[in-house]
């Protein structure tokens, strides 16, 4: 009799170890749901929210949301690999600050300064030398405060005043991005047991001071994030150890299904999201959008501005007629993004910062002429 031959349960190791994965797409579909949930907020109709918000899983919960905490398990993931691989913190702080900074700027400053300009109520003139103009472009490349409102533009529409409501999650990005800096510099991430004492010990100090952490990270859902982040981190830390099984995703989310209605529905739901989100990005064979580049910050920055241009020239649009004009628009801004962008700044991560300006702005080396 033949034995049955049994496939061992693959862990995050091993996953890693294949080098394919399905998180450029993982990303572009967040980012697209991200588009897709902020146009009921932008339509503003009232007791109109998306499917998911109808559901009443959660306070705050739809589906801009459950995009959100998708990108932080993935960026805790990616980000704590990537500074455990290198090892190296003077390259990890230049890859965040190009992955992250020059795409905002650039956002930020046409915004400011071409998209303002157009489509502000007051003069030109009053507008260029309001004061809140340039303070909203300070002010959010700063990743420390936002600014919200530029004079005069989309105060009419329907959600009025808000520019760009996607750079609220910025300054929480950046403030993990630090923690996992100072986490491997002292050593942290390299040592597993440590890491979970520390990570275990921070969860519990969260749950006996709620007030007091929610004060700490200034609002309930910049703890969402943070902890969404730390479990990211938490997976890769421990990734030879963590199995990719369908079958542990389902139990997760039937889990989270029967807590639902109680305190530990929100903690379980985003357990199950995460895990969810890195068996989707290991198991189903969809590789071939790695040809793709990754457009999904840019989807992100430029959803909430060109929704709002969009939601400006219809006046009072439905939900769906944002999302179907401002999605191609907001890809083809995205696309641009990336390969304007994006892209060419990361082409800088190997470069020390002292040197960057002399690559910028030095000399073009000369082109050889061959002659046929």
């Keep these: 009799m033949d034995s049955v031959q049994v ?8 996953c890693l170890a294949r080098r394919r994965d399905n998180f450029l797409l993982l990303r572009l579909i967040a980012a697209s749901m991200v588009i897709f949930g902020h146009s009921y907020a932008i339509a503003h109709v009232d007791g109109l929210h998306d499917f998911i918000g109808m559901k009443g899983w959660g306070p705050g919960v739809y589906t801009g949301s459950i995009a959100v905490d998708i990108f932080f398990v993935v960026s805790g993931f990616l980000v704590t690999g990537s500074y455990v691989n ?8 230049r890859s965040r600050f190009l992955r992250i900074v020059p795409a905002c700027v650039v956002c930020v400053i046409a915004c400011a300064f071409v998209i303002g300009p157009l489509v502000t109520t007051l003069p030109l003139g009053e507008y260029l030398r309001h004061h809140d103009s340039l303070g909203y472009v300070l002010k959010n490349i700063s990743f420390i405060s936002l600014a919200w409102t530029l004079p005069g533009v989309f105060e009419s529409n329907p959600y009025s005043g808000t520019v760009n409501g996607s750079l609220w999650t910025l300054p929480v990005e950046v403030r993990m991005y630090a923690l996992v800096a100072v986490f491997g510099l002292i050593g942290l991430l390299h040592r597993r047991w440590l890491f979970n004492l520390v990570i275990g010990a921070l969860c519990l100090w969260a749950a006996w001071f709620p007030d007091l952490t929610r004060e700490v990270f200034r609002s309930a859902s910049h703890l969402r994030l943070a902890g969404l982040f730390a479990l990211g981190s938490f997976f890769y830390v421990n990734r030879d150890y963590l199995p990719v099984s369908g079958y542990l995703a389902a139990a997760l989310v039937l889990l989270a299904y029967l807590l639902h209605g109680t305190p530990h529905f929100m903690v379980m739901f985003g ?3 995460g ?3 890195l068996w989707f ?6 590789h071939g959008f790695e040809r793709l580049g990754d457009y999904s910050y840019g989807l992100y920055l430029w959803g909430f501005p060109i929704q709002q241009l969009v939601a400006l020239q219809m006046g009072q649009p439905t939900p769906m007629q944002i999302f179907a004009w401002s999605m191609p628009i907001t890809a083809l801004v995205a696309v641009a993004s990336w390969h304007l962008i994006e892209k060419p700044a990361l082409g800088f991560k190997n470069t020390p910062m002292h040197r960057w300006p002399r690559r910028l702005f030095g000399r073009a080396a000369p082109v050889d002429v061959v002659t046929s």
Excluded: C
């Design 86 to 93: 290198r090892r190296d913190f003077k390259f990890f702080i």
């Design 271 to 273: 357990l199950a999201l």
């Design 281 to 286: 990005a290991y198991t189903p064979p969809l």
């Design 7 to 14: 496939t061992p349960v693959p862990t995050l190791a091993d």
């Design 275 to 277: 895990y969810g989100s």
